[in-house]
Each structure stands twice: as C-alpha cells, then as structure tokens.
C-alpha cells in the first residue's frame, strides 16, 4: 500500500512538472508536436496514396475478371490444335480467345502514340471509367460508327482528352475517330505498358477488318488473337511457374508475340507509384532521423541551460530517473500528439489527392489507409525516440547538486574554442564566428541535419540530372536516341547509308544502334531481348558483349532471377526453335523493368529469327529532329517509317522528378525553418545576457541579428559540405537500391553544377533568413535586464 | 562655473506591476557637470540603478527629457542611441557582464571597434594601454571565467572608457568585488575623474560614496538631498566620511 502511495505520489509529481514545463516550454513543445506532425502526414499520405492505388488496380481486375495469363498473336499463328492442347491441360481452367487488328500508330492532339495497339470491338464486357479518373462508370453506352474507348494509358501520353480526335494508322489506312470514354483496361491500360488495347463499333470493326485483310502479306500481318489462360484452382504453380510450365510443355507462349501474366501486369501499373513512394519513403526517414537529432540535441540543449534547476530539483530528492521520465513523458506526449494530428490531417487530402498517379495506372483508386502499416511506423519513431531520450538524459545522472547550485555553469558555455581574431573590418561576421565556435556542439545537431537534407536534395537532383542528360543516360547503359527507323521491307547496308546521309544533311549522328525489341524465349520464360547488329556499342557492366552467334548478355536483374554466372550455358528460343547459348557479360537494361538481354543478329539467326532491324540514331544537336523525320518519311516513304523515339527523358519521368524534387525541396525548407526556430529559442535564452551586454556597449539590433544569422549560415554551410560528402558517397548506391525495380542495378551519378550549388544556396540562405526572422526577439531584450535591482 | 553635460527633466519611469504600475522616478530634475564625480545614493527600491539606466539611454524613461548635447535622448531612435551608448557613454555593470566568449582584451577592443573614428590599430593600442593601465595586461587573452571578479571588473572599467566617452556610467561597480578589489575599482575611477572623465556611479556603499565630490540622495524615486564635497584628493578623509556619514543620516539613511 505505501509502495502504492508512493508511485501515485511519484506520478503527481511528475505530473505536476510536467505541466510546468509544457507551460513554460511551449515553443519546444510545439516544435516537436509540428516535426512529428509532418512525418505523421507525409507517412500517412505517401502510404495511403499508394495503398489507394494499388487498391484500385486490385479492385479493377475483380471487376474486369482478368485472365492469369494472356498471350497475344498473329491470328494465322494460332492454331486449333494449340488451343486444344492448351484447352486439354490439367493445369487450366478455361481459355476464352478474342480477335483484335493492329493500329501501328495513334496519332492525338498533335502527338504519336507509336507502340502498336490491339483494336477490338466493343461488347457486353467492355467496361468504362468516369472521364477524370474518379470512379468507375456502371456501363459503358455502345458505340457509334466513327466512336472509340480508349484507356487512359494512351490518353496521358498524348496529353489526350475524352471528345477529342484519334486517329490510328493500320496496314489498311488512316482512320479517325473521336474519343467517347475511357476504357478500363487494368491489364495494359497504364501509361508504363507499351501494349494497348482501344475498343470500336463493330461496324467500324469489321469494315476496317476488311481492308486490312486485304493489304496483308507474308510479312505483313495486322490480324490478331489473344488468349486468355486461367489456372486451374488445384494448380499450385505461381502464375510465373504456370507459364514456364505451360510453355514448356505447349509452345502457347512461344508461338505469341507477348505474353503477360496478372502479376506482372499489377507490377508494371504500380511500378511507378511503387518507385516515387520508394523514394519518398526514404526521404520520409531521413526527416524522421532529423526528428531524433533534433530531440537529442533539444534535450541536450535543455540539460545544460537548466542545469542550476536540476541540481535544485536534485537536492530536493528527485532522483535522475524521475527527471528522465519527465523528458519522456515530455518529448513522447508532444510526438504522440503530433502524430495523431498529423494522421487526422492526412486523411481527408488523401480522399482529395488519391488519385494522383491515376494517369500512370489508368484506373481509379480506391481509397484505404493503411492504418496497420503506418502505426507500426510511427511506433518505430516512438521507439527510436524514446532509446534517444534515454541515452541523451543519462547525463542527468552526473549532475552533482552541490557542483550545479555552486554555479557550474560557466564550465559548461564555450569551453573550447578556436583562435580567429576579432576583426574590425568584419566585426558582426567575426563575432558570430566566435560564438559558433565558442558553441560548436550547439550547431552539431544543425551540421547534422543539413547533411541529411543537402545530401537527399542533391540525391533527388542527381537523379533528375542524370535522367534529363543524355551523357548520363549512356553512360549508365541506357540507349538514348532521338530517331528510331523502321523499315517497311528487308533494307540493305546501302539503304542504311542513304539514310544516314540524309540524317546527316541536318544534324551530325553521333551513336547509331541497330537492333530491334522483341519476347524471346529464356529458359522456358518469354523474356524481352534485342538482338544487336552489333552488340559491343552497349557498355557492359561485367564480361563482354555477346559477339560470338552462341553468346548472349543478360542484365543483372535476370542473372539473379535465373540464379546464373557469366559462363553459364542458357536455352534461348524464338517460336519453335531453340538452342544453347552461353552468357558473354552483363548489360545495364531496362525493358520491362530490367528482365531483358541482348543477342547477336548473327546469333538470333540461329534461331530463325529473321525480323528487320531499326536503325535508331543519336544525334549531336536534337533541334532540327522533326525537320529531319519528316524529310525522311518523305524521301524513303516506301522503304521506312521514321519516329521521333519515346524515351527516359519523356515528360512523364521529368514530370514525376520535378514533383518529386518539389516535395523534398519543400520538406527541407520547411524542416530547416522549424529546426533554425528551435535551436534559435534556446540560443537566444542561453545568450539574453550577451546580447543585452552587445545592446549596452552599442550594437544596433540588426548587428546582433545578422550575428545570428551568420552562425545558423556557417552550420550551414559545413553542413552542406557534409551533405554533398555523402551525397558524392551515397547517392548512386541509394538510387541503385530504389531504382533497381525498373532495371537500373549499376547508378553512375553525373553531378552537374545545379546538383550541388542549388540544394547548397536552397539551405544555406533558408538557413540565413529564418534564423534572421527568428532573432527578432533580440528587439525584446532590454539593457535593464543586466541590472538586478531597481 | 561648471558646464552641464547631461541634464533630466521631470523624468519619470514606470514599470507594469500587478496589473498596475509601479512608479520607480517620479519627476527628477537633475544635472551632471562636466568633469565631476557624481554620487547616487539612496536605499534599495529606491530607483538608482532605474536612474542611472534611463540617464545612460540605457532605457527609455516613460515621461520627461533626458539631454545631452542639445538632444533629448528619450526620442532618440535604436540606431542613434546605440551610437551614443558606444562613442559618447561609457557604463560599468555591478555584475561585470563582459563577454563570455570573447577574451580580456578582445571584450575591449569590441566597442572600439564600433566607433569608426578609430583604425583598428589605435583601437587595438589603445585597449593594451588600458589593460595595462588596470593592470590586467598580463591576463589580457585569458577568458573572463578563467580571471577573478576584481580582474573582471577592472577589465570592464577598460571596456568603458576604450571610446574615452564624454560621461562613464558606474551602477554599483563595486557590489561584487572583495575589499581590496573594490578599493582597485575605485581607485581607478578616481584617477579617471582626476584626468577629466565625468563619472556617476549608482552606489550604496559609503566607501564608495567618499569618492564623489558631489552626492545625491534617491527616495522613492525623488531627489531628496544633495552634498557637495571637495576633491577626493584634498582634506581629511576622515572628516569626509564623518561629513558624508552625518548626512545620510540627516536623511535616514
């Protein structure tokens, strides 16, 4: 029973200073509610917007009763007995077929859309969402002749809107049609997936049908079938291994033009959310290492300025666990407010904002929240908190009553400092020097943060940086061209050279590549490949270019997957034929998020692969590209097509950096403008008496603010140079470990000027005029307050 | 007939108290001549230091004038009477105050430095020949906490008068320091006034007061008494501290 007493006593006490404290702290408080608030939201919308995205991609292949495997191809391919074989597998539980026609080209608001697309007519089981993304519609009204679905995949790369004009070129001609709606098409539908599929009338259907049916030869064929493959419920293969094993056994995959299972197809649409949360997550967590430097170094700061208070609490019998507790309790109480407020915040702009990376997905999202996931989060911070408060409080321990009421304090202020004179020339400058040095470990926690924030910022700037120069581009593996080729017939190495002439008539060539992307077969798996005319202008990571016709290069990623070495011997097949081929090297690759490699055309031959080659071409100076596009569809118009290419460096990526770039850039500003805020408060106690001595022996308050702007500037400063140290150090590893899902294993960072000098200037005078804003209370203090008596 | 340098006129300061107002001066009309050693006494509360403050433009009195060189220096804006704290007047704290982080000399130099019609190298001499003078020069790059009170204060005197400002403030300069340290300070306050240096010092310690060769009494925040004494340097000290003594408490002190 007293043990009883004596705890509840214990709590009142603690209770009672705790309030005292919060009363008289309010702005440390409030500092540590706002921090932990800020996380709270950015956790809760970064994980809710993604949650509600994937949401909606889920809840729209329930809705549209997606296939586990869809393989596409040339209708003439497909044959009765495939199908029966298939039909007749124990693995399968049904397999529907349905017939569609190419469009080469979608051609929208001024802009091409050059992936080839499956039209297809439109049924019972076509199925719209509302114009802007906001939900799904209940029918989808039928079409009219000159009408067409189109999903929104299509619709974000040409900037496209409902009621606008598309017009698709086919073998058998030109055809216009005006846009009625937007197609719900989870499985390609999304604006990363080359694949399309747009929906007709059948009167359009079959009339333009026919004229394509007439235009097709031998090898030109535009009339095509999919089909959709379902697992049986006793199969326990992954939808992956149902494909190998299909496969292997039937030849269905091999035989098609494309496959793609239901996973991949989530994985594809979600890539993009998936990766800029990635990356947000990551800054998230550094604000989140800020939240714990900035709590040790307050409480750090509070020990030494209440050190007097301590050892009075102390000689009245409060033991240092007590007074830890109470900075627990203290710095828990306004984290766990933080956090609930910045939960409560964040939900209702996730219902506004959840469908922004709809126009990637092309399907709405469904809001939810995952309340699970980020609580756990949130108790991680509370955890890592809660360990920081303890570890930074054990000091209290050493306070010796006596030695703290005696007047221990002097040791404790500027105990070390470096010997910079006071100039004349720059005073205000050289005394703040002073003062930051004669109180380095006041500015550690600054030093620190800025790091983290300079080094994240020019991180976001090294990605933007590479991704936007073409030298970084290549040099990473990637091909960057500004005109793809396509010939219309087997072109020679002459026309090659007319071509080339032409091109250059406008604009010097500086790389030319000529290969193709088509599905091979990779040990039973349909993996994209690009054969190479000559496969040594790729740079490889390790080994060699596959220039030997039984040698191929595979990207890491797949080398990991398969679980390979270089050396090691691989099947590779293309429709019926195969053979054995052995790894030369690894390339960097990025179709279909890094699961590619790269053969020979002399090896692909091998296998009866005898498709033509682009001719794709990097120029010197990309001005004159249209001019020249035009000039060459013109002259060779019966031998090529000529595009502009689509690549990393289109608007969507730039688009999604910049807004990223945004987010980080307004983070850290407004990190930087709460952490100046905290630090300045308790400077400015722990100064009030040098200041009031400045103010008596003549300096003007703007001199005294300026001193302290100059110190936060110099913590700044060092802390960015620590920022761009790590920055140097780190940024292509972390880039690596986020962008490793889209392909990129090997990250050179390219730093341009920008890289560093923009996060460096954001900081350093974010640094400068917040700390200068925050030292207005420095008009506050009065020369009286040195006299202690009236 | 000597020439008034500073002068209050129905000076009053009033401070927030309670809800209310505390009436610290009220109404003091008073005058500081030229090369005197001026002496403010009175009991605690009774408003010296809050004198000494608003005469120093320190702190803005709430009603009257405060003039100085034809200007009455309560209207003065911060930047004009930051300039007059630095070039014209010099002040001296009871609690020292010297810079924690600066070291002996460098707390000199500093406000030498403001008044820009000094080079840096006169500032710098100068504030060497003060040190050397307050006898500090030995400990001139030491930190103030690494130096005793007396030290410190001495150190503070040099920080004054590095801009040989026309009047030198001192409110209790002696309140912190031991005996033989006080009698350092005054000592050195003393030869100041001796070369022309205007002082007035807030004090309640009689020893201090000796100092002065004019003295003034505060009672709630009202002149209530005036003695004028001799130089410091001539007649019996003796007979000075019985006169003084007698007095203060004529006045109840």
């Given at each position: 029973m007293a043990y009883l007493v004596g705890m509840v006593g214990g709590v009142m006490e603690i209770l009672t200073l705790l309030k005292a404290n919060i009363r008289h702290k309010k702005g440390s408080f409030m500092s540590v509610v706002l921090l932990t608030m800020i996380i709270a939201m950015s956790v809760t919308t970064i994980l809710g917007i993604k949650e509600s995205a994937f949401e909606g991609v889920y809840a729209s292949h329930e809705r549209m009763?997606?296939?586990?495997?869809?393989?596409?191809?040339?209708?003439?391919?497909?044959?009765?007995?495939?199908?029966?074989?298939?039909?007749?597998?124990?693995?399968?539980?049904?397999?529907?077929?349905?017939?569609?026609?190419?469009?080469?080209?979608?051609?929208?608001?001024?802009?091409?859309?050059?992936?080839?697309?499956?039209?297809?007519?439109?049924?019972?089981?076509?199925?719209?969402?509302?114009?802007?993304?906001?939900?799904?519609?209940?029918?989808?009204?039928?079409?009219?002749?000159?009408?067409?679905y189109v999903p929104q995949g299509l619709l974000s790369n040409v900037e496209g809107k409902v009621g606008q004009k598309v017009t698709l070129e086919t073998i058998g001609g030109d055809f216009a049609f005006t846009v009625k709606g937007v197609l719900l098409d989870p499985y390609f539908g999304a604006s990363v997936i080359g694949w399309k599929r747009y929906c007709i009338s059948e009167e359009d259907y079959d009339e333009i049908r026919a004229k394509i049916e007439q235009k097709e030869t031998e090898e030109s064929h535009a009339i095509g079938k999919y089909m959709e493959i379902n697992k049986a419920d006793n199969c326990l293969l992954t939808l992956p291994q149902f494909r190998r094993q299909l496969n292997q056994d039937t030849g269905v995959v091999d035989m098609g033009n494309g496959s793609l299972t239901r996973d991949m197809s989530i994985y594809y649409t979600t890539l993009f959310p998936q990766i800029i949360s990635?990356?947000?997550?990551?800054?998230?967590?550094?604000?989140?290492?800020?939240?714990?430097?900035?709590?040790?170094?307050?409480?750090?700061?509070?020990?030494?300025?209440?050190?007097?208070?301590?050892?009075?609490?102390k000689a009245q019998g409060f033991g240092a666990g007590k007074i830890r507790i109470l900075f627990l309790a203290q710095y828990l109480l306004a984290e766990i407010i933080g956090a609930v407020l910045g939960i409560a915040v964040s939900i209702p702009f996730?219902?506004?904002?959840?469908?922004?990376?709809?126009?990637?997905?092309?399907?709405?999202?469904?809001?939810?929240?995952?309340?699970?996931?980020?609580?756990?989060?949130?108790?991680?911070?509370?955890?890592?908190?809660?360990?920081?408060?303890?570890?930074?409080?054990?000091?209290?321990?050493?306070?010796?009553?006596?030695?703290?009421?005696?007047?221990?304090?002097?040791?404790?202020?500027?105990?070390?400092?470096?010997?910079?004179?006071?100039?004349?020339?720059?005073?205000?400058?050289?005394?703040?020097?002073?003062?930051?040095?004669?109180?380095?470990?006041?500015?550690?926690?600054?030093?620190?943060?800025?790091?983290?924030?300079?080094?994240?910022?020019?991180?976001?700037?090294?990605?933007?940086?590479?991704?936007?120069?073409?030298?970084?581009?290549?040099?990473?593996?990637?091909v960057v061209t500004e005109i793809d080729v396509m010939p219309k017939k087997q072109l020679a190495e002459e026309d090659f050279?007319?071509?080339?002439?032409?091109?250059?008539?406008?604009?010097?060539?500086?790389?030319?590549?000529?290969?193709?992307?088509?599905?091979?077969?990779?040990?039973?798996?349909?993996?994209?490949?690009?054969p190479y005319k000559d496969p040594s202008v790729l740079p490889p990571l390790k080994g060699r270019a596959p220039i030997y016709d039984n040698e191929i290069a595979v990207s890491p990623i797949l080398l990991d997957e398969f679980g390979l070495e270089i050396g090691d011997e691989v099947t590779v097949g293309w429709e019926r034929e195969k053979e054995k081929y052995l790894i030369s090297g690894t390339f960097q690759l990025m179709n279909d998020a890094g699961r590619s490699f790269v053969i020979s055309q002399k090896g692909a031959e091998r296998i009866g692969y005898e498709r033509w080659l682009w001719g794709c071409y990097s120029l010197e100076e990309d001005e004159e590209t249209g001019k020249i596009v035009d000039s060459l569809n013109e002259k060779f118009t019966d031998r090529i097509?000529?595009?502009?290419?689509?690549?990393?460096?289109?608007?969507?990526?730039?688009?999604?950096?910049?807004?990223?770039?945004?987010?980080?850039?307004?983070?850290?500003?407004?990190?930087?403008?709460?952490?100046?805020?905290?630090?300045c408060a308790k400077a400015f106690v722990q100064e009030r008496t040098d200041i009031g001595i400045y103010k008596a022996i003549g300096f003007t308050v703007a001199k005294l603010r300026l001193q302290f702007a100059v110190r936060f500037l110099t913590a700044a400063v060092l802390g960015s140079c620590l920022g761009a140290v790590l920055s140097y150090a780190f940024s292509a590893?972390?880039?690596?470990?986020?962008?490793?899902?889209?392909?990129?294993?090997?990250?050179?960072?390219?730093?341009?000027?920008?890289?560093?000098?923009?996060?460096?200037?954001?900081?350093?005078?974010?640094?400068?005029?917040?700390?200068?804003?925050?030292?207005?209370?420095?008009?506050?203090v009065q020369i009286r307050e040195l006299v202690q008596s009236l | 007939m000597k020439q008034t340098i500073l002068s209050a006129k129905d000076l009053c300061k009033s401070f927030a108290h309670n809800g209310g107002q505390l009436h610290v001066l009220s109404h003091v009309d008073m005058e500081l001549y030229e090369g005197e050693f001026t002496v403010i006494m009175g009991a605690?509360?009774?408003?010296?230091?809050?004198?000494?403050?608003?005469?120093?433009?320190?702190?803005?009195?709430?009603?009257?004038?405060?003039?100085?060189?034809?200007?009455?220096?309560?209207?003065?804006?911060?930047?004009?009477?930051?300039?007059?704290?630095?070039?014209?007047?010099g002040f001296i704290f009871q609690q020292m105050h010297l810079v924690s982080n600066l070291t002996l000399l460098e707390n000199v130099v500093v406000p030498g430095y403001l008044n820009k019609d000094q080079s840096a190298s006169e500032v710098r001499n100068r504030a060497e020949q003060l040190l050397e003078k307050m006898s500090v020069s030995q400990i001139k790059t030491h930190l103030p906490?690494?130096?005793?009170?007396?030290?410190?204060?001495?150190?503070?005197?040099?920080?004054?008068?590095?801009?040989?400002?026309?009047?030198?403030?001192?409110?209790?300069?002696?309140?912190?320091?031991?005996?033989?340290?006080?009698?350092?300070?005054?000592?050195?306050?003393?030869?100041?006034?001796?070369?022309?240096?205007?002082?007035?010092?807030?004090?309640?310690?009689?020893?201090?007061?000796?100092?002065?060769?004019?003295?003034?009494?505060?009672?709630?925040?009202?002149?209530?008494?005036?003695?004028?004494?001799?130089d410091y340097r001539t007649g019996d000290e003796k007979a000075r501290e019985t006169q003084v003594n007698a007095w203060l408490t004529s006045l109840e002190w």
């Open positions: 009763a997606t296939p586990d495997l869809w393989v596409e191809y040339y209708a003439y391919k497909l044959t009765d007995e495939m199908i029966n074989e298939v039909k007749s597998d124990a693995r399968v539980e049904s397999v529907s077929l349905d017939e569609f026609f190419f469009a080469d080209k979608s051609v929208m608001n001024g802009n091409e859309y050059t992936n080839s697309v499956m039209i297809m007519k439109a049924d019972e089981d076509t199925s719209l969402v509302e114009d802007d993304l906001s939900g799904f519609r209940d029918e989808a009204p039928e079409l009219k002749k000159g009408e067409i990635s990356i947000l997550m990551v800054f998230i967590m550094l604000l989140l290492a800020i939240v714990l430097i900035v709590t040790v170094h307050s409480i750090s700061m509070e020990i030494e300025s209440n050190y007097v208070t301590f050892g009075v609490l996730i219902g506004v904002s959840a469908n922004i990376f709809a126009a990637i997905t092309a399907v709405p999202a469904v809001l939810s929240v995952p309340f699970g996931l980020i609580g756990l989060l949130l108790s991680v911070l509370f955890v890592l908190s809660a360990a920081a408060i303890l570890f930074v409080t054990v000091k209290i321990k050493r306070i010796s009553p006596v030695r703290a009421i005696s007047g221990a304090k002097k040791e404790i202020y500027f105990d070390s400092r470096l010997n910079v004179p006071i100039g004349s020339k720059f005073l205000s400058a050289s005394l703040a020097f002073r003062q930051f040095t004669s109180a380095k470990r006041r500015y550690l926690g600054i030093f620190a943060i800025v790091g983290i924030l300079v080094f994240f910022m020019m991180t976001i700037n090294v990605l933007s940086h590479t991704v936007s120069s073409k030298s970084a581009s290549e040099s990473m593996g990637m050279a007319e071509i080339e002439k032409e091109i250059g008539r406008n604009a010097k060539i500086e790389k030319k590549y000529y290969y193709r992307v088509d599905y091979f077969s990779f040990e039973g798996e349909q993996i994209v490949c690009q097509e000529a595009r502009e290419s689509q690549g990393m460096t289109d608007g969507t990526y730039q688009l999604a950096i910049l807004f990223m770039q945004m987010i980080i850039y307004v983070f850290s500003l407004l990190f930087s403008l709460i952490v100046v805020h905290m630090v590893r972390i880039l690596e470990l986020i962008l490793y899902r889209i392909g990129i294993t090997s990250f050179k960072t390219a730093f341009g000027v920008l890289t560093f000098v923009l996060p460096i200037a954001v900081i350093c005078s974010g640094f400068f005029i917040f700390a200068y804003l925050s030292s207005g209370k420095v008009k506050k | 605690s509360g009774s408003g010296k230091s809050t004198l000494l403050y608003a005469l120093s433009g320190m702190d803005r009195a709430t009603a009257g004038e405060v003039l100085y060189g034809g200007k009455d220096i309560v209207k003065l804006k911060e930047k004009e009477l930051a300039k007059l704290r630095h070039s014209d007047f906490s690494q130096v005793s009170g007396g030290e410190q204060q001495r150190c503070a005197v040099a920080r004054a008068v590095i801009n040989e400002p026309k009047v030198l403030f001192a409110d209790e300069p002696t309140g912190a320091l031991n005996r033989k340290n006080t009698t350092d300070v005054l000592d050195l306050l003393s030869e100041l006034n001796r070369e022309g240096q205007s002082v007035l010092m807030v004090t309640h310690d009689l020893r201090a007061a000796l100092r002065g060769n004019r003295i003034l009494y505060l009672e709630d925040g009202k002149i209530i008494g005036e003695l004028k004494l001799p």
